[in-house]
Structures are given as structure tokens and as C-alpha cells.
């Protein structure tokens, strides 16, 4: 639809006129919704939102004049406005830092740090209870993410016997922990 239709239907609905607002909604809604959903990235805020447009454009329709510029731009200004509005309007704002939403601290705590260390040492001690090949083959398992078979390759050694091997090797393991 050219400019001008848009700036006439603008026109008529200025005065009230329905037929010419609802013909304006046809032919600019898909636009307008597009801007709406680009800032609000949810369909049924932008089609809420895209209500509120129209109520705007409704009210405010004898304001346009067409000497200050085409249609389309005021249009997809009021559409981009009142997205801006919603998105502000969802956001809590915080008067006080008591009202500010509590943040947990994720890292781990002195006590977790020192259980976590600890507990490495000993997994450190067990595995150098190990032959030297069958811990190394068991950090690559377990530590690099290496398949059975890309192992069992690695140590020119048939696919059950790496499994054999890391089996038992996660007994020692189990069984120096226990201690």
C-alpha cells in the first residue's frame, strides 16, 4: 500500500472512521506486529502489545500530518514506543537495595574447598598405587572421555582386555579409597 493510502485512511480515522481504521489494521498490522515481536521476542506480548498500538493510533490519529513526514515511520515509531514500554514495564525496579533480589554465590565454600582437595590427594595416592600405563590408562578414560576401543588402539591391546584392565583398576581404586 503506498504512503498516501496510509496517510488518507490516517486522515479518516482522525474523524472516526471505522471502516478506514479497520482497512488501516489490514494493511499495517503484519509490519507493526514485526516490530513488536523483533524488540519483544514473544508472539503473545507482541500481539498484546500490538493491541495497544492500534488504541494509540486510534487515539492519536489527528496529530499525524503528513507534512512532517510519511506514515509508515510514525507508525512503526508508536509500534516501537510501546514495545520499549512493555519491556520496561516487566522489569522490577529496586528503590532500595534491601527490596534488590538476592544473589547466590555459586563458587564453592573454604569447607567444600578443602574436602574437594583432599579427597584429590587421595584419589593422587591410590592412582600411583597403579602400574604406571594402567592409571594413565584410566585418567584417559575417565578424565579425557577416550572410548574403550580408542584405548584399547592406543595400547595395541584387544578391546576386552582394556576392559578388563580398567575394571580392575577402578577395584584398586575403590578399594585404596575405602581404606
Not at 506486529?33 to 492500534?54: F, G, P, S
Not at 555459586?106 to 598405587?129: F, H, L, N, S, Y
Request: aromatic share 6%.
Amino acid at each position: 500500500m503506498a504512503s498516501e493510502e496510509v496517510e488518507t485512511l490516517i486522515s479518516r480515522v482522525a474523524m472516526r472512521d471505522q471502516k478506514a481504521f479497520a482497512a488501516l489494521y489490514r494493511h499495517t498490522s503484519p509490519k507493526l506486529y514485526a516490530v513488536c515481536l523483533r524488540i519483544l521476542r514473544n508472539k503473545t506480548d507482541a500481539e498484546e502489545v500490538l493491541q495497544e498500538v492500534y488504541v494509540k493510533i486510534w487515539q492519536r490519529a489527528e496529530r499525524f500530518l503528513a507534512s512532517e513526514g510519511p506514515a509508515m515511520p510514525w507508525l512503526t515509531t508508536i509500534a516501537r514506543n510501546q514495545s520499549i514500554d512493555a519491556i520496561r514495564a516487566r522489569k522490577p525496579v529496586a528503590d532500595e537495595i534491601d527490596s534488590a533480589y538476592d544473589l547466590a554465590d555459586t563458587e564453592p565454600g573454604p569447607e567444600e574447598q578443602a574436602i574437594v582437595k583432599g579427597e584429590g590427594r587421595r584419589i593422587d595416592r591410590c592412582m600411583e598405587e597403579l602400574e604406571a600405563g594402567r592409571a594413565q590408562a584410566v585418567r584417559s578414560a575417565y578424565v579425557e572421555g577416550l572410548s574403550y576401543q580408542e584405548l584399547a588402539e592406543q595400547y595395541s591391546v584387544p578391546l576386552n582386555t582394556m576392559r578388563t584392565w580398567l575394571r580392575r583398576s577402578l577395584i584398586r581404586l575403590r578399594e585404596c579409597l575405602d581404606r
